[in-house]
């Protein structure tokens, strides 16, 4: 199967990592020309040699976008998959040296999650906003679990060194998926990180696919017909369904119950 996707967003590349480690048959084109696109095709062809090749922007193809990738893992879903994808990618986050600064003011014995934050143009009607963050935290507050903030700035928490917002904008980590996910390899080594949670954004998947990390995604139910398929086959994704109009604001009553059910 021949795939191919603009880049470089992080997210749809562990997507594209999961999607060349099930299979030697399976490629992917990264459509670019500068080094994000470099950098997620060289994190490809880490994880499977040869599996993903530099395609410039405006060149034709014939490949199918990585959203199909779905597709393949539901097809697949009996060849326990969870295992094949964690055994390509987990030799690839053995050296820790060069995020132990960055990772390390994390460690904890307590009990964990990653809380995702998320303010973005693309799909904006699904941005976490303040009320529920709020909401989220109340919940963990309750149920004993720490949060580690990740994600984009959002209006009301912005990056500080007691959180990993932005982190990903910054050196070493701008347009290098495989330390990214290093980093939050080793908090997860280092500290019982028990699930991330998160309005559904394909940047929390990088520890589903590799790590198998329970991974709550919040979304709407009529907005996930490409994860059904995922889950279907990693069962470390898990939805949180939210009812909303135009854009989500905040967790009902029952959303929230439902919420700490999960997290309980």
Known sequence: MHLFYGGPEFGETY??????AVSDANTVEVHGNAKPWQSACDFLNAVR????????????????????????????????????????????????NVIRETSRPFFSNRPSCFLWTRHVKYKSDRNLTGLAFGQLLAVLQEVGIRPIVIGSATPYVSSTRRNLVDFFATPPFQHNPL??????????DNCPVRFSIGMKSAAMDGLAFARQLTTYYVTH???????????????????????????FMQFSVRELETVFDALS
């Open 49 to 96: 040699a040869n599996s993903a090749s530099l395609v410039p922007n405006g060149n034709q193809s014939t490949a199918e976008r990585i959203g199909c990738s779905a597709d393949e893992f539901l097809r697949r879903r009996h060849e326990n998959l969870p295992a094949i994808v964690a055994k390509a990618i987990s030799p690839l986050l053995a050296n820790v």
């Open 179 to 188: 330390l990214q996910l290093t980093m939050l390899n080793d908090i997860c």
């Open 15 to 20: 997507h594209a990592a999961a999607f060349v």
């Open 221 to 247: 139910p009529r907005t996930n017909g490409r994860m059904d398929k995922v889950e279907r086959a990693f069962p470390a994704f898990r939805k949180l369904l939210v009812n909303y109009n135009r854009k």
